[in-house]
């Protein structure tokens, strides 16, 4: 079929005068303006002219016309870009809402006693939807509204300048945007943040704590701790590095939540089990975990989940994003090893739970510094964070005698102290340059304490703001509904004592 084409089209070429590579027939035909008659019954020798389809300056116009300009192509770029960072947003939302159910939900259901595995995986998941109700009404616009300052404002308040929103005169919805994302997006990411921030806290009074004190306190703490806390830190507030001359001693990095999250879960987590006491039978009885099966799964996903908290707090997918991922993972692998070697060299066997809980203490203390640090200084901050953690709820716990009983502040108290302060000895300008090529960090900088010293006041303040906060919010809970099951309860267990319901039923 090919060579018969190409034997027609020589044909004509030779009979028309048409070479194979020029410009078209029909421009040859205009041109010449008339064609010979090959039509044996013509009377006369010509014909009338042949009509051109286009002239030369038409054809060009039209192809003007059709060329992108820069604009539309700037316009394409971004476009792409906006799907693209976006796209990678949505899935570390559901990746930190991954963290706290089925995640934390399972890790501490296994720690508890089997009477009590419902009781905390209720809290987890109640808290889910909760606190996402609580973002929607009023938590996003008092954390991200109006940057700098101490509090933030009603700007964002029930989603107002957040949602997609009618312009009469562009008429066209308008999408309001938040750096290289919607603004919904990042109220979605954000929101993950102030959902299992209270359920971390619940590890230090599980098994003995009236669930509705805990919605009560969860109400008051996401609103008046959490909030502000977040404003200070990640909009420009006084403890934020980015806040220059008005941050308290040069302001600290926080990359994904070492203060706002962990350290200001961890101190209030530790107030809780100290002003609630300890559970019946601590420390007589061994209490043991009933299913270790669901804290190791729960470990997993845990680990996994953390790659949207971390990498996904870039706020966009460049490469800081993929360095803030690998650190995670190698700090959450020497947190693992870190401790299960010495829970082997000290107890003769190496555990499962050793194994899940330095793990989890490796991505608690690389938290505040993912985007600041490089891959060796995680291995050496995970390593640390699983032999330290290992001594706060082995040795610390047992010698103070306080009952946290999942260890929320031995493990994120303690694993985001750690690393908020190593974030100021390891962090490099190399990673983000944050500082428009000045060395940051203690080591890069040859000794320079500044970023150390801000780093330390973080968390002081985080400590004294939590702490102190906590400790009047659970007083006033226990003056008020009080904060403790009776004690028949508590000894029944309260999956059937609060909610009616056995985890475990035998035929």
């Known amino acids: 079929m090919l060579s018969r084409t190409l034997v027609v089209v020589c044909l004509l070429t030779c009979i028309l005068g048409v070479p194979l590579v020029g410009p078209p027939v029909s421009s040859v035909i205009a041109q010449d303006d008339v064609v010979e008659s090959t039509s044996p019954e013509s009377s006369t020798p010509e014909t009338e002219p042949v009509e051109p389809t286009a002239s030369a300056e038409e054809s060009d116009a039209a192809e003007e016309s059709e060329a992108p300009t820069l604009e539309s192509l700037q316009a394409g770029v971004d476009e792409a870009l906006l799907a693209g960072h976006n796209g990678w947003m949505l899935v570390c939302c559901a990746l930190v809402l991954f963290m706290t159910a089925p995640g934390l939900a399972m890790f501490y259901g296994g720690l508890v006693r089997r009477k009590n595995v419902l009781s905390v995986m209720m809290q987890c998941i109640f808290l889910m939807g909760m606190m996402t109700v609580l973002w929607a009404l009023y938590g996003y ?69 009236k669930f509705s004190a805990m919605v009560v306190f969860s109400i008051l703490w996401g609103t008046f701790i959490y909030c502000p806390l977040t404003h200070w830190v990640w909009d420009e507030g006084p403890l934020s590095y980015f806040a220059g001359d008005k941050a308290l001693a040069g302001g600290a990095l926080d990359f994904a939540g070492g203060t706002v ?15 609630i006491g300890p559970r019946m039978g601590y420390p007589r009885e061994p209490l043991q975990p009933h299913n270790l099966t669901y804290t190791a799964l729960g470990a997993a996903m845990l680990w996994v989940g953390w790659f949207g908290f971390n990498a996904g707090s870039e706020l966009a997918s460049d490469d800081l994003t993929a360095s803030a991922f690998a650190v995670t993972h190698f700090s959450a692998a020497a947190g693992a090893v870190a401790w299960v070697m010495l829970e082997w060299l000290v107890l003769g066997k190496p555990t499962v739970l050793g194994a899940s809980s330095g793990a989890v203490a490796g991505l608690v203390c690389i938290t505040p510094a993912a985007g600041f640090v490089q891959p060796m200084p995680a291995l050496i901050m995970g390593a640390l964070a699983g032999g330290i953690c290992y001594w706060a709820c082995s040795t610390l716990k047992h010698k103070l005698r306080y009952d946290d009983a999942l260890d929320a502040f031995g493990v994120h108290g303690v694993g985001g102290t750690l690393g908020a302060i190593l974030t100021g000895v390891f962090a490099t300008r190399a990673a983000w340059d944050v500082s428009d090529g000045v060395p940051i960090g203690l080591i890069e900088s040859g000794g320079d304490f500044t970023l150390v010293i801000g780093q330390i006041v973080a968390v002081l303040v985080t400590y004294v703001f939590a702490g102190l906060g906590s400790l009047i919010l659970l007083k006033l809970i226990d003056i008020f509904i009080g904060l403790r099951v009776p004690a028949e309860s508590e000894q029944r267990g309260l999956d059937i004592s609060d909610h009616g319901e056995e985890g475990y039923q035998f035929a």
Request: charged share 10%; proline share 2%.
């Open 261 to 275: 999250v962990h350290i200001s879960s961890g101190i209030s987590a530790l107030v809780a089990a100290l002003l």
């Open 141 to 209: 616009s008092f954390a991200f509204g109006g940057a700098g300052g101490w509090f933030g404002n009603f700007d964002y308040l029930f989603m107002e300048g957040v949602q997609r929103y009618w312009d009469d005169d562009l008429g066209a919805a308008v999408t309001p945007m938040e750096g290289s994302m919607t603004r919904m997006t990042h109220m979605l990411f954000q929101g993950m943040f102030f959902i299992i921030t209270p359920a971390l806290i619940c590890g230090a009074f599980a098994e003995r704590m």
